[in-house]
């Protein structure tokens, strides 16, 4: 209901810029004829005319991305003057189509409320008294005709959005430029995700696991230097090892979890519940696996986003959701209670985006002061 009533209202701005830009054109056209054999007043008044018509294309940018949801449009300033020029020239019909139909169907709407209250009232509009038949004629083909406006309201609505990316949206030379520059970042970025990735884990093993290698190998050398407390010694020694092996298991499944190709990514991300000291929900909706690198991505998103949330949002409960998107993209979201405030530009969530953005997905972070927090992430396997 929300996104029609922005498209209605989008419509009706639009049916009031195209009226303006009506009037723009003609009087551009007629102020710039009389100065054609004037060079000086024709570059003046070419300045105003450009300046009028790219403010003119800005305000219907503003439209395009506020009402009729075109962010791709509404984003791109690389256009010219003679693209807006011809993005008004073109676009006018269509937006007074749009708001004859508009019109069209707001007259309807108000004939059939003033026939109804005069029926109730004992009234008889246009000397027509009330009966049955009548009565199911008129509001059948009040349907159908709300039918018709309906999908013509729809037919502009995407009409209006197919201008706007020919016109004012990015040339293939300038998408292909866009999508170089992307790529170009986003190696970059992984060779340096992945860096910092391998010295975390180096970080882990010298830290954690070599650390307690070495209480082990002290707790051997007393109990050979003390047989009369090598029971306590050994006995700690066992407990130590066991640890070790923890760490090393942990170590390893931040690496790769070798869950993801026995049992796949389901199985996977039910083992980080079950990790999890926080209370954690999963809902697992795919009905083929993913790709590889997409199951690999997608478990470090949960994964760092779960250890996130238990230990620094403090949260009580922990929710994971995996659907299928559309064009058979993979959606993961997790949401957690906690007290918000995720900071995206941190360095686990940044290492997340650029695992994210080199598969060429996209990443959210929404964490209000408060919370919830609610991270996102999708991934094409189209």
Known sequence: MRVAVRAVAGLAIGMLTALVAV??????????????????????????????VIRLTRLEQWRL???????????????????????????????????????????????MVAFTWMWATGGTPDGMRFEL???????????????????????VVRLERRLARRFL?????????????ELATSRAEVVEAVDAERRRIERDLHDGVQQRLVALGMLLGQARRHPTRSA?????????????????????WRVYPTALDNLGLAEALAR????????????????????????????????????????????????????????????VTITDDGAGGADPAGSGLTGLARRVAALDGRFLVDSPVGGPTVVSAEFPCG
């Open 23 to 52: 009037a723009c054109l003609a009087l551009a056209g007629l102020v710039i004829a009389p100065t054609l054999a004037w060079p000086a007043g024709r570059a003046t008044v070419f300045r105003l005319v450009s300046t009028g």
């Open 65 to 111: 991305g506020r009402f009729l949801g075109d962010a791709e449009a509404a984003g791109y300033r690389g256009y010219g003057r003679e693209r807006a020029l011809a993005y008004l020239g073109v676009r006018w019909p269509v937006g007074l189509l749009g708001g004859a139909i508009l019109l069209l169907t707001a007259y309807g709407a108000g004939t």
């Open 133 to 155: 038949w009548i009565a199911a004629y008129l509001f059948v083909f009040a349907g159908v005709l709300a039918f018709l406006a309906l999908q013509g309201l729809i037919g």
């Open 169 to 181: 949206g990015p040339t293939d030379a300038d998408a292909l430029r866009r999508r170089i520059e």
């Open 232 to 252: 306590e010694l050994v006995e700690r020694a066992h407990d130590e090892s066991r640890q070790i092996l923890d760490d090393l298991r942990e170590v390893a």
């Open 272 to 331: 980080v519940a079950e990790r999890s000291p926080v209370p954690v929900s999963l809902r697992y909706e795919l009905v083929e696996r993913p790709p590889a690198p997409v199951e690999a991505a997608a478990y470090f998103v949960v994964s760092e986003a779960v250890t996130n949330a238990t230990k620094h949002a403090v949260a009580g409960r922990i929710s994971i959701a995996v659907a299928t998107g559309e064009d058979g993209a993979v959606l």
